[in-house]
């Protein structure tokens, strides 16, 4: 099976191939097989979010995978990039996590961390999908791996996010709302916040298997703004379900994105000579004037294709360490080996401690452009690049932007979606230019 893999492993809607039961654990039999091939003692660690479905699938992949001769550790509810260092810590051959990051609890997935914690090469996805294609065989009765149950991964995971953070700062005169989405961080944030001194009051961290990302958490942030303005706390934080994205709030309910936080960031390890390659990678989707905000500190901007793993592929390629997207994807690679929502909010905690600057004037020394982003539900593949009258759509509105503004529209990598994004100077015509083309896409 070719292109098995989307940009961020296999996702989509339970029940509906891949993510079903037989399919998964088919893929654990396959991921384990291509990993025994590669190492003998192959082992694994399985986490998951808080998603009902995890139950099914954890149980699932812990089959194939043991059918496979591997050895499997069971980790429970874990954030996405908390598996990513336990892979490492614990010596597993790989790491699994169980969920579908932002999208609702119908929806799951499942994506693989190397042995260095490390999304798996390209080289070894297609090794797994030839083996998908082949019928499944189990290794004799002497030869399946064993379970295990890992009791001590929550501690080892809370002590190395706040190993991460300068231990001369305190957090003692912050006041703190954190919204986990009903997310995989959920019994995590509080103990890592409050243990450096923060006051902390909590949010949407009562997972029913259903609630994951519903109303709250780093897509959507309302519920939080709400809190942080009626409680009078310094700021709020947001996580998505399972925990590799954050989104902030300011003291006077003001969003602050992913864009903006990794301004925040590397503005101050630019003026501390700790920016490497005095360079940091966003996306295609990050804003004009974030962009020009860099410019003018004279820190490099290297554009990535929309997507983490792309985003640390040109980390990697341009020998940086600091990297994220909009919608709150943050990559320290000093700290961590993949985007972690709690490490990169004590980069921007640890910021504001040693400035004595609140959240929002570290941000006020950048300016967005105005961004319109609507997302057209497609139920068929459509092919942007061909259709005339969208073509000639987007050139008229490009000569009106100019300079001053700009257009992106692309196919979703994680769900059935066309995203049209629209940045201008002007809102009113970044909105109606947006509206304009999310139109012609539906009448495609």
């Not at 051959?93 to 169980?98: D, E, L, M, N, Y």
């Amino acid at each position: 099976m070719s292109n098995f893999f989307g940009t961020d492993g296999i996702r989509g809607e339970v029940g509906k191939s891949p993510i079903t039961a037989d399919i998964l654990l088919k893929v654990g039999w396959a991921v384990g097989s291509v990993l025994k091939e590669q190492n003998e003692n192959a082992s694994v660690i399985i986490g998951k979010d808080t998603r009902v479905s995890g139950y099914l699938f954890e149980s699932a992949l812990e089959a194939g995978f043991l059918s496979a001769g591997v050895n499997v550790g069971m980790l429970g509810p874990m954030p996405s990039p908390a598996i990513a260092y336990l892979t490492q810590a614990f010596g597993a051959t790989a790491g699994v996590v169980i969920s579908a990051s932002h999208n609702p609890y119908q929806d799951n997935g499942v994506k693989f961390f190397s042995s260095k914690g490390v999304k798996l090469s390209d080289k070894t996805q297609k090794a797994i999908e030839k083996k998908i294609s082949m019928p499944m065989t189990s290794v004799d009765s002497s030869s399946i791996g064993k379970a295990r149950r890992y009791e001590q991964a929550l501690g080892r995971y809370i002590e190395f996010c706040k190993s991460t953070f300068d231990k001369s700062c305190r957090l003692s005169t912050l006041k703190i709302i954190i919204d986990c989405a009903n997310g995989a961080t959920y019994h995590i944030a509080e103990d890592v916040f409050t243990e450096l001194g923060a006051s902390v009051s909590m949010i949407n961290n009562s997972p029913d298997g259903y609630n994951i990302n519903h109303e709250c958490g780093a897509t959507d942030t309302k519920h939080l703004q709400r809190e942080v303005l009626e409680n009078k706390a310094d700021l709020g934080i947001a996580f998505d379900g399972d925990g590799d994205r954050l989104i902030m709030v300011d003291h006077k309910g003001e969003r602050v994105d992913g864009d903006e936080l990794v301004y925040i960031i590397a503005n101050a390890w630019k003026e501390n000579g700790d920016l490497k390659s005095n360079t940091v990678v966003g996306t295609k989707m990050t804003n004009l004037g974030i962009r020009l905000a860099f410019s003018e500190i004279g820190v490099n901007f290297i554009e990535a294709d929309v997507g983490d793993r792309n985003v640390m592929d040109q980390l990697i390629e341009n020998k940086a360490e600091l990297g994220g997207e909009g919608s709150g994807h943050i990559i320290c690679l000093n700290k961590s080996t993949s985007g972690d929502g709690i490490i990169a909010a004590l980069q921007v905690l640890e910021v504001m401690a040693k400035s004595g600057k609140s959240l929002l004037e570290l941000k006020s020394s950048m300016k967005k452009y105005p961004q319109v982003l609507i997302n057209v539900r497609t139920e068929t593949k459509i092919n942007l690049q061909s259709d005339k009258k969208l073509t000639q759509a987007i050139d008229k509105i490009e000569s009106k932007l100019a300079d001053n503004g700009r257009i992106l529209v692309r196919e979703s990598g994680t769900e059935p979606l066309i995203r049209v994004m629209v940045e201008s100077a002007h809102y009113d015509l970044a909105k109606n230019s947006a509206e304009e083309l999310a139109e012609i896409i539906k009448s495609m």
